[in-house]
Protein backbone atom coordinates (compact mmCIF):
# COMPACT_ATOMS: atom_id res chain seq x y z
CA UNK A 1 0.00 0.00 0.00
CA UNK A 2 1.43 3.50 -1.19
CA UNK A 3 2.30 5.95 1.67
CA UNK A 4 0.38 8.99 2.27
CA UNK A 5 2.60 12.27 1.14
CA UNK A 6 2.70 14.44 3.81
CA UNK A 7 3.52 18.35 4.06
CA UNK A 8 4.14 20.98 6.45
CA UNK A 9 2.09 24.26 6.04
CA UNK A 10 2.48 27.42 7.25
CA UNK A 11 -0.90 28.79 8.52
CA UNK A 12 -0.11 32.40 8.50
CA UNK A 13 1.14 32.87 5.12
CA UNK A 14 0.83 29.90 3.18
CA UNK A 15 4.62 28.68 2.79
CA UNK A 16 5.36 24.97 2.14
CA UNK A 17 7.78 22.96 3.57
CA UNK A 18 9.47 19.75 4.02
CA UNK A 19 9.63 19.04 7.46
CA UNK A 20 8.28 21.20 10.83
CA UNK A 21 10.00 23.98 12.08
CA UNK A 22 9.31 26.02 14.72
CA UNK A 23 9.36 29.58 13.05
CA UNK A 24 8.42 29.54 8.90
CA UNK A 25 11.10 30.83 7.26
CA UNK A 26 9.22 33.03 4.97
CA UNK A 27 7.13 35.62 7.27
CA UNK A 28 8.96 35.23 10.60
CA UNK A 29 6.10 33.90 12.86
CA UNK A 30 6.53 31.09 15.44
CA UNK A 31 4.31 27.89 15.93
CA UNK A 32 1.92 28.55 12.65
CA UNK A 33 3.50 25.41 10.73
CA UNK A 34 0.79 22.47 10.94
CA UNK A 35 1.67 18.93 9.24
CA UNK A 36 -1.04 18.67 6.36
CA UNK A 37 -1.74 15.67 3.72
CA UNK A 38 -0.19 17.16 0.06
CA UNK A 39 -2.44 16.59 -2.95
CA UNK A 40 -1.90 13.63 -5.24
CA UNK A 41 1.00 14.07 -7.82
CA UNK A 42 -0.53 14.72 -11.38
CA UNK A 43 0.76 13.81 -14.87
CA UNK A 44 4.04 13.90 -15.73
CA UNK A 45 4.30 17.66 -17.62
CA UNK A 46 1.31 18.66 -16.03
CA UNK A 47 -0.78 16.91 -18.70
CA UNK A 48 0.31 18.81 -21.67
CA UNK A 49 2.22 16.14 -23.41
CA UNK A 50 -0.51 14.05 -23.22
CA UNK A 51 -3.32 16.36 -23.69
CA UNK A 52 -2.78 17.99 -27.23
CA UNK A 53 -2.54 21.45 -28.26
CA UNK A 54 -4.71 23.91 -26.88
CA UNK A 55 -7.18 26.14 -28.57
CA UNK A 56 -6.19 29.70 -30.15
CA UNK A 57 -7.16 32.69 -27.87
CA UNK A 58 -8.49 35.84 -29.53
CA UNK A 59 -7.25 39.06 -29.05
CA UNK A 60 -9.00 42.67 -28.30
CA UNK A 61 -8.36 46.31 -28.41
CA UNK A 62 -8.35 48.72 -25.66
CA UNK A 63 -10.77 50.33 -27.27
CA UNK A 64 -14.80 49.78 -27.00
CA UNK A 65 -17.19 49.84 -25.08
CA UNK A 66 -17.66 47.68 -21.70
CA UNK A 67 -21.59 47.93 -20.34
CA UNK A 68 -21.68 48.04 -16.53
CA UNK A 69 -21.75 45.26 -14.66
CA UNK A 70 -25.72 45.00 -13.13
CA UNK A 71 -25.61 45.59 -9.21
CA UNK A 72 -27.76 44.15 -6.09
CA UNK A 73 -28.49 47.51 -4.47
CA UNK A 74 -29.78 46.97 -0.69
CA UNK A 75 -30.69 50.51 0.48
CA UNK A 76 -28.28 50.65 2.95
CA UNK A 77 -26.15 53.71 1.75
CA UNK A 78 -22.97 53.15 3.07
CA UNK A 79 -22.52 49.70 2.20
CA UNK A 80 -23.72 50.05 -1.30
CA UNK A 81 -20.86 52.76 -1.22
CA UNK A 82 -18.32 50.85 0.01
CA UNK A 83 -19.62 48.19 -2.35
CA UNK A 84 -18.86 50.90 -5.41
CA UNK A 85 -22.45 51.39 -5.85
CA UNK A 86 -23.84 48.06 -4.70
CA UNK A 87 -23.10 44.09 -4.94
CA UNK A 88 -22.16 43.29 -8.30
CA UNK A 89 -23.64 40.25 -9.70
CA UNK A 90 -21.71 36.83 -9.77
CA UNK A 91 -19.08 38.69 -7.44
CA UNK A 92 -17.33 37.55 -4.47
CA UNK A 93 -16.98 39.63 -1.33
CA UNK A 94 -14.59 39.25 1.85
CA UNK A 95 -15.36 40.97 4.52
CA UNK A 96 -13.24 41.26 7.50
CA UNK A 97 -12.87 41.95 11.39
CA UNK A 98 -12.13 42.20 15.45
CA UNK A 99 -14.72 39.69 16.51
CA UNK A 100 -17.72 41.32 17.86
CA UNK A 101 -17.49 44.49 15.64
CA UNK A 102 -20.52 43.83 13.93
CA UNK A 103 -19.99 41.52 10.69
CA UNK A 104 -23.10 39.74 11.39
CA UNK A 105 -24.90 42.28 12.20
CA UNK A 106 -24.39 44.27 9.12
CA UNK A 107 -24.89 41.39 6.58
CA UNK A 108 -27.98 39.74 8.35
CA UNK A 109 -29.29 43.36 7.75
CA UNK A 110 -27.87 43.44 4.08
CA UNK A 111 -29.59 40.06 3.47
CA UNK A 112 -32.97 41.17 4.82
CA UNK A 113 -32.82 44.97 2.78
CA UNK A 114 -32.39 42.43 -0.37
CA UNK A 115 -34.93 39.85 0.37
CA UNK A 116 -37.48 42.80 1.27
CA UNK A 117 -36.97 43.75 -2.34
CA UNK A 118 -38.00 40.38 -4.14
CA UNK A 119 -34.05 39.40 -4.50
CA UNK A 120 -33.47 36.05 -3.02
CA UNK A 121 -31.22 35.88 -0.49
CA UNK A 122 -29.69 32.91 1.88
CA UNK A 123 -27.68 32.86 4.88
CA UNK A 124 -25.78 29.90 5.88
CA UNK A 125 -24.43 30.02 9.07
CA UNK A 126 -21.68 27.86 10.34
CA UNK A 127 -20.84 29.54 13.53
CA UNK A 128 -23.89 29.52 14.98
CA UNK A 129 -27.31 27.72 15.26
CA UNK A 130 -30.20 28.75 13.69
CA UNK A 131 -32.04 29.80 17.08
CA UNK A 132 -29.25 31.75 17.41
CA UNK A 133 -29.41 33.84 14.13
CA UNK A 134 -33.49 34.30 14.56
CA UNK A 135 -32.97 35.55 17.83
CA UNK A 136 -30.47 38.12 16.33
CA UNK A 137 -32.80 38.95 13.68
CA UNK A 138 -36.02 39.62 16.39
CA UNK A 139 -33.58 42.00 18.00
CA UNK A 140 -32.93 43.69 14.66
CA UNK A 141 -36.82 43.91 13.85
CA UNK A 142 -35.79 41.54 10.71
CA UNK A 143 -37.77 38.54 11.91
CA UNK A 144 -40.75 39.60 9.01
CA UNK A 145 -37.88 39.25 5.98
CA UNK A 146 -37.56 36.57 3.69
CA UNK A 147 -34.35 35.29 3.91
CA UNK A 148 -33.70 31.56 3.21
CA UNK A 149 -31.81 30.70 6.36
CA UNK A 150 -29.74 27.38 7.08
CA UNK A 151 -26.51 25.65 9.28
CA UNK A 152 -23.84 24.20 6.98
CA UNK A 153 -20.12 23.94 6.91
CA UNK A 154 -19.79 21.38 3.93
CA UNK A 155 -18.99 23.06 0.92
CA UNK A 156 -20.07 19.91 -1.18
CA UNK A 157 -23.70 20.76 0.87
CA UNK A 158 -23.49 24.03 -0.16
CA UNK A 159 -22.40 24.54 -3.79
CA UNK A 160 -25.29 21.39 -4.68
CA UNK A 161 -27.99 23.86 -3.15
CA UNK A 162 -26.92 26.56 -5.07
CA UNK A 163 -26.44 24.68 -7.89
CA UNK A 164 -30.33 24.03 -8.28
CA UNK A 165 -32.51 26.15 -10.92
CA UNK A 166 -34.40 28.22 -7.73
CA UNK A 167 -31.41 28.82 -5.92
CA UNK A 168 -31.12 32.40 -4.65
CA UNK A 169 -29.02 35.19 -5.63
CA UNK A 170 -27.09 36.66 -3.05
CA UNK A 171 -25.56 34.30 -0.14
CA UNK A 172 -23.72 34.86 2.56
CA UNK A 173 -21.10 32.49 3.98
CA UNK A 174 -20.55 33.40 7.70
CA UNK A 175 -17.91 32.31 7.73
CA UNK A 176 -14.74 30.74 5.67
CA UNK A 177 -12.50 29.75 8.51
CA UNK A 178 -15.18 27.24 9.29
CA UNK A 179 -16.10 25.65 5.91
CA UNK A 180 -14.60 22.62 4.68
CA UNK A 181 -14.12 20.72 1.70
CA UNK A 182 -13.83 16.47 1.78
CA UNK A 183 -11.61 16.06 -0.90
CA UNK A 184 -8.78 17.85 1.07
CA UNK A 185 -7.40 15.70 4.20
CA UNK A 186 -6.91 18.85 6.88
CA UNK A 187 -9.26 20.28 9.45
CA UNK A 188 -11.26 23.33 9.00
CA UNK A 189 -9.53 26.48 9.49
CA UNK A 190 -6.38 25.63 7.77
CA UNK A 191 -4.34 27.13 4.71
CA UNK A 192 -5.62 24.50 2.64
CA UNK A 193 -9.32 24.22 3.44
CA UNK A 194 -9.65 28.48 3.44
CA UNK A 195 -7.97 28.17 -0.10
CA UNK A 196 -10.06 25.22 -1.62
CA UNK A 197 -13.06 26.60 0.04
CA UNK A 198 -13.01 29.80 -1.05
CA UNK A 199 -11.85 28.71 -4.62
CA UNK A 200 -14.94 26.50 -4.81
CA UNK A 201 -17.65 29.03 -3.43
CA UNK A 202 -15.94 31.50 -6.29
CA UNK A 203 -15.95 29.46 -8.81
CA UNK A 204 -19.62 28.64 -7.71
CA UNK A 205 -20.44 32.61 -7.98
CA UNK A 206 -18.89 33.42 -11.72
CA UNK A 207 -20.62 30.35 -12.74
CA UNK A 208 -24.11 30.47 -11.68
CA UNK A 209 -24.18 34.34 -11.70
CA UNK A 210 -24.57 34.63 -7.19
CA UNK A 211 -22.97 37.59 -5.76
CA UNK A 212 -21.43 35.15 -2.64
CA UNK A 213 -20.56 37.45 0.70
CA UNK A 214 -17.72 36.02 3.32
CA UNK A 215 -16.98 36.20 6.06
CA UNK A 216 -13.13 35.88 7.22
CA UNK A 217 -11.50 35.72 10.95
CA UNK A 218 -8.59 38.22 11.51
CA UNK A 219 -5.40 37.68 12.78
CA UNK A 220 -4.18 39.45 16.37
CA UNK A 221 -2.71 42.12 13.58
CA UNK A 222 -6.05 42.89 12.17
CA UNK A 223 -4.76 40.96 8.89
CA UNK A 224 -7.38 38.39 7.71
CA UNK A 225 -6.71 34.96 8.84
CA UNK A 226 -5.15 32.91 6.48
CA UNK A 227 -2.56 32.88 2.90
CA UNK A 228 -2.94 36.74 1.24
CA UNK A 229 -3.89 34.21 -1.86
CA UNK A 230 -7.74 34.47 0.01
CA UNK A 231 -7.53 38.12 -0.82
CA UNK A 232 -6.64 37.67 -4.34
CA UNK A 233 -9.14 35.41 -5.03
CA UNK A 234 -12.11 37.32 -4.65
CA UNK A 235 -13.53 40.54 -5.95
CA UNK A 236 -13.89 42.84 -2.81
CA UNK A 237 -12.13 43.12 0.21
CA UNK A 238 -13.49 45.31 3.36
CA UNK A 239 -12.36 45.59 6.71
CA UNK A 240 -14.86 46.68 9.47
CA UNK A 241 -12.76 49.19 12.06
CA UNK A 242 -13.48 50.65 14.90
CA UNK A 243 -13.44 50.57 18.58
CA UNK A 244 -15.83 48.81 21.06
CA UNK A 245 -15.60 51.90 23.14
CA UNK A 246 -17.42 54.30 20.22
CA UNK A 247 -20.84 53.74 18.99
CA UNK A 248 -19.75 53.96 15.76
CA UNK A 249 -18.01 52.13 12.83
CA UNK A 250 -15.78 52.17 9.69
CA UNK A 251 -16.32 50.14 6.79
CA UNK A 252 -12.76 50.80 4.72
CA UNK A 253 -12.72 49.34 0.80
CA UNK A 254 -9.21 47.82 0.68
CA UNK A 255 -10.04 46.02 -2.99
CA UNK A 256 -12.41 46.42 -5.66
CA UNK A 257 -12.06 45.25 -8.63
CA UNK A 258 -15.92 46.93 -9.84
CA UNK A 259 -15.03 50.48 -7.82
CA UNK A 260 -12.79 52.96 -5.78
CA UNK A 261 -10.80 51.60 -3.17
CA UNK A 262 -10.10 53.09 0.28
CA UNK A 263 -13.82 54.42 0.09
CA UNK A 264 -15.43 53.91 3.80
CA UNK A 265 -18.67 53.59 5.43
CA UNK A 266 -19.75 54.96 8.66
CA UNK A 267 -22.20 53.13 10.56
CA UNK A 268 -23.36 54.14 13.97
CA UNK A 269 -23.90 50.75 16.20
CA UNK A 270 -27.11 50.47 18.41
CA UNK A 271 -29.40 48.00 20.01
CA UNK A 272 -31.41 47.98 16.86
CA UNK A 273 -28.10 47.48 14.27
CA UNK A 274 -25.86 49.34 12.69
CA UNK A 275 -27.32 52.37 11.16
CA UNK A 276 -26.37 54.74 7.86
CA UNK A 277 -24.09 58.05 9.23
CA UNK A 278 -25.38 60.58 6.29
CA UNK A 279 -22.98 63.34 7.68
CA UNK A 280 -19.91 61.43 9.51
CA UNK A 281 -17.91 65.10 9.75
CA UNK A 282 -20.87 66.32 12.20
CA UNK A 283 -20.42 62.48 13.83
CA UNK A 284 -16.72 62.78 14.57
CA UNK A 285 -16.62 66.57 15.70
CA UNK A 286 -20.43 66.29 17.49
CA UNK A 287 -18.54 66.51 21.02
CA UNK A 288 -15.71 69.08 20.21
CA UNK A 289 -15.14 71.58 22.72
CA UNK A 290 -13.74 75.05 21.30
CA UNK A 291 -10.70 77.33 22.67
CA UNK A 292 -9.17 73.53 24.01
CA UNK A 293 -5.28 73.50 23.19
CA UNK A 294 -4.11 71.05 21.51
CA UNK A 295 -7.01 70.31 19.60
CA UNK A 296 -7.07 71.06 15.20
CA UNK A 297 -9.38 70.14 12.66
CA UNK A 298 -8.22 68.48 9.74
CA UNK A 299 -10.40 68.33 6.51
CA UNK A 300 -9.19 65.05 5.16
CA UNK A 301 -10.26 62.98 2.19
CA UNK A 302 -11.25 59.13 2.17
CA UNK A 303 -11.56 57.65 -0.83
CA UNK A 304 -13.43 59.71 -2.72
CA UNK A 305 -15.13 61.44 0.59
CA UNK A 306 -14.41 64.61 2.20
CA UNK A 307 -13.89 64.08 5.77
CA UNK A 308 -13.43 66.17 8.72
CA UNK A 309 -12.08 65.02 11.81
CA UNK A 310 -10.30 66.18 14.93
CA UNK A 311 -6.62 65.99 16.04
CA UNK A 312 -6.01 65.99 19.67
CA UNK A 313 -2.29 66.31 20.89
CA UNK A 314 -0.66 66.64 24.74
CA UNK A 315 2.39 67.58 25.36
CA UNK A 316 3.70 67.35 28.98
CA UNK A 317 7.39 67.26 30.52
CA UNK A 318 8.42 63.46 30.78
CA UNK A 319 8.85 61.91 34.35
CA UNK A 320 11.12 59.30 32.79
CA UNK A 321 14.65 59.73 31.42
CA UNK A 322 13.25 58.75 27.87
CA UNK A 323 10.30 60.77 26.79
CA UNK A 324 7.11 58.66 25.44
CA UNK A 325 5.37 58.97 22.17
CA UNK A 326 1.98 57.50 22.18
CA UNK A 327 -0.20 57.37 18.94
CA UNK A 328 -4.12 56.30 18.56
CA UNK A 329 -5.39 56.48 14.60
CA UNK A 330 -1.57 57.54 12.88
CA UNK A 331 1.26 56.21 11.76
CA UNK A 332 4.08 56.63 14.59
CA UNK A 333 6.61 56.67 12.87
CA UNK A 334 5.13 59.91 10.92
CA UNK A 335 5.10 61.61 13.96
CA UNK A 336 8.11 61.14 15.06
CA UNK A 337 9.28 62.55 11.64
CA UNK A 338 6.84 65.75 12.14
CA UNK A 339 8.66 66.35 15.54
CA UNK A 340 12.11 66.47 14.50
CA UNK A 341 11.22 68.33 11.73
CA UNK A 342 9.86 71.15 14.33
CA UNK A 343 12.57 70.70 16.62
CA UNK A 344 15.59 71.00 13.56
CA UNK A 345 14.14 73.13 11.85
CA UNK A 346 12.15 75.51 13.55
CA UNK A 347 13.72 75.51 17.18
CA UNK A 348 10.88 74.07 18.54
CA UNK A 349 12.16 72.37 21.95
CA UNK A 350 9.68 69.35 22.36
CA UNK A 351 12.80 66.44 23.30
CA UNK A 352 12.69 66.52 26.92
CA UNK A 353 8.61 66.40 26.28
CA UNK A 354 5.87 62.90 26.70
CA UNK A 355 3.96 63.59 23.40
CA UNK A 356 0.27 62.04 23.10
CA UNK A 357 -1.54 62.10 20.07
CA UNK A 358 -5.36 61.02 19.63
CA UNK A 359 -7.57 60.62 16.58
CA UNK A 360 -10.91 61.60 18.43
CA UNK A 361 -13.95 59.14 17.68
CA UNK A 362 -11.47 56.33 16.66
CA UNK A 363 -10.90 56.61 13.21
CA UNK A 364 -7.56 55.88 11.40
CA UNK A 365 -6.07 58.13 8.87
CA UNK A 366 -2.72 57.55 6.53
CA UNK A 367 -2.82 60.23 4.55
CA UNK A 368 0.05 62.43 4.74
CA UNK A 369 -1.81 65.88 4.36
CA UNK A 370 -2.19 65.25 8.37
CA UNK A 371 0.85 66.31 9.12
CA UNK A 372 0.56 70.07 9.22
CA UNK A 373 -2.60 69.73 11.63
CA UNK A 374 -1.11 67.40 13.26
CA UNK A 375 1.86 69.67 13.46
CA UNK A 376 -0.26 72.84 14.56
CA UNK A 377 -1.85 70.60 17.19
CA UNK A 378 1.48 69.72 19.21
CA UNK A 379 2.78 73.43 18.94
CA UNK A 380 -0.81 74.48 20.39
CA UNK A 381 -0.39 72.32 23.43
CA UNK A 382 3.25 73.41 23.84
CA UNK A 383 2.06 76.84 23.87
CA UNK A 384 -0.80 76.48 25.36
CA UNK A 385 -2.61 78.33 22.84
CA UNK A 386 -5.84 77.00 20.97
CA UNK A 387 -5.82 76.71 17.54
CA UNK A 388 -8.51 79.19 16.08
CA UNK A 389 -12.21 76.92 16.63
CA UNK A 390 -13.62 77.99 12.90
CA UNK A 391 -10.48 76.88 10.96
CA UNK A 392 -9.29 73.82 8.96
CA UNK A 393 -6.08 72.32 8.58
CA UNK A 394 -4.59 70.01 5.70
CA UNK A 395 -0.82 69.79 3.97
CA UNK A 396 2.26 67.79 3.53
CA UNK A 397 5.19 68.47 5.50
CA UNK A 398 9.00 67.71 3.53
CA UNK A 399 11.90 66.64 5.93
CA UNK A 400 12.99 70.57 5.11
CA UNK A 401 10.41 71.87 6.69
CA UNK A 402 8.36 72.93 3.80
CA UNK A 403 4.83 72.74 3.75
CA UNK A 404 3.89 70.75 0.14
CA UNK A 405 0.46 70.76 -1.48
CA UNK A 406 -1.93 68.00 -1.44
CA UNK A 407 -4.74 67.00 -3.89
CA UNK A 408 -8.08 67.32 -3.74
CA UNK A 409 -8.13 70.75 -2.01
CA UNK A 410 -11.54 72.37 -3.25
CA UNK A 411 -13.35 69.34 -2.05
CA UNK A 412 -11.74 69.56 1.39
CA UNK A 413 -12.63 73.37 1.62
CA UNK A 414 -16.20 72.85 0.38
CA UNK A 415 -16.85 69.95 2.99
CA UNK A 416 -15.44 72.83 5.79
CA UNK A 417 -17.80 75.71 4.66
CA UNK A 418 -20.53 73.27 4.68
CA UNK A 419 -19.98 72.75 8.30
CA UNK A 420 -19.45 76.18 9.42
CA UNK A 421 -15.99 76.91 9.24
CA UNK A 422 -14.85 80.04 8.22
CA UNK A 423 -10.93 80.26 7.66
CA UNK A 424 -8.41 77.59 6.14
CA UNK A 425 -4.67 77.21 6.89
CA UNK A 426 -3.55 75.34 3.61
CA UNK A 427 -0.54 75.35 1.36
CA UNK A 428 0.35 77.79 -1.07
CA UNK A 429 0.25 76.62 -4.27
CA UNK A 430 2.70 74.97 -6.78
CA UNK A 431 4.87 77.47 -8.94
CA UNK A 432 3.84 77.02 -12.56
CA UNK A 433 0.92 75.66 -12.11
CA UNK A 434 -3.00 77.14 -12.78
CA UNK A 435 -4.31 79.38 -9.90
CA UNK A 436 -6.48 77.69 -7.69
CA UNK A 437 -10.23 78.10 -8.22
CA UNK A 438 -12.31 80.46 -6.25
CA UNK A 439 -12.62 78.98 -2.83
CA UNK A 440 -15.75 78.58 -1.19
CA UNK A 441 -17.95 81.43 0.04
CA UNK A 442 -17.31 82.58 3.46
CA UNK A 443 -13.96 80.51 4.38
CA UNK A 444 -11.05 82.35 4.01
CA UNK A 445 -7.87 81.13 2.82
CA UNK A 446 -4.38 81.34 4.77
CA UNK A 447 -1.93 79.87 2.95
CA UNK A 448 1.58 79.35 4.29
CA UNK A 449 5.21 78.01 2.74
CA UNK A 450 7.08 76.79 5.71
CA UNK A 451 6.33 75.36 9.10
CA UNK A 452 8.17 78.72 10.87
CA UNK A 453 5.56 80.67 9.51
CA UNK A 454 2.98 78.07 11.49
CA UNK A 455 5.15 77.86 14.45
CA UNK A 456 5.39 82.09 14.11
CA UNK A 457 1.44 81.94 14.92
CA UNK A 458 2.16 80.66 18.60
CA UNK A 459 4.77 82.62 19.75
CA UNK A 460 5.78 85.91 20.86
CA UNK A 461 6.61 88.55 18.32
CA UNK A 462 9.92 89.27 20.20
CA UNK A 463 10.85 85.58 20.09
CA UNK A 464 10.27 84.25 16.94
CA UNK A 465 11.32 80.80 15.42
CA UNK A 466 14.41 80.08 14.50
CA UNK A 467 14.72 80.34 10.88
CA UNK A 468 15.90 77.81 8.18
CA UNK A 469 19.54 78.26 7.16
CA UNK A 470 20.35 79.12 3.57
CA UNK A 471 22.75 77.27 1.29
CA UNK A 472 25.88 79.23 1.26
CA UNK A 473 25.28 81.01 4.44
CA UNK A 474 28.37 81.59 6.78
CA UNK A 475 28.14 80.67 10.60
CA UNK A 476 28.97 82.94 13.23
CA UNK A 477 30.58 82.22 15.55
CA UNK A 478 31.53 84.09 19.05
CA UNK A 479 35.62 84.55 19.57
Known amino acids: MARALKRFVCQSCGAVTTKWNGRCESCGEWNTITEESAPAPGPAGGGLARGGKGRLLEFAALTGTTPQPPRYKSGIAEFDRVCGGGLVVGSALLIGGDPGIGKSTLLLQVAAALARQNTACAYISGEEALDQVRLRAERLGLGDAPVQLTAATSVRDIVATLERADAPKVAVIDSIQTMWLDTVDSTPGTVTQVRA ?44 E ?118 AGGLKIGEPAADLAVAAAVVSSLADEPVPPEMVVFGEIGLGGEVRPVGQREARLREAAKLGFRSALVPRGRAGTAPSPRPPEGIAIDEIEHLTDLVARFQPADRGPKRPRREGASDHRRE
Open 197 to 240: SSQALVELAKRRGIAVLLVGHVTKDGAIAGPRVLEHMVDTVLYF
Open 242 to 359: GERGHQFRILRTVKNRFGPTDEIGVFEMSDRGLSDVANPSALFLGERRGNVSGACVFAGIEGTRPLLVEIQALVSPSSFGTPRHAVVGWDSNRLAMVLAVLEARCGVAIGANDVYLNV
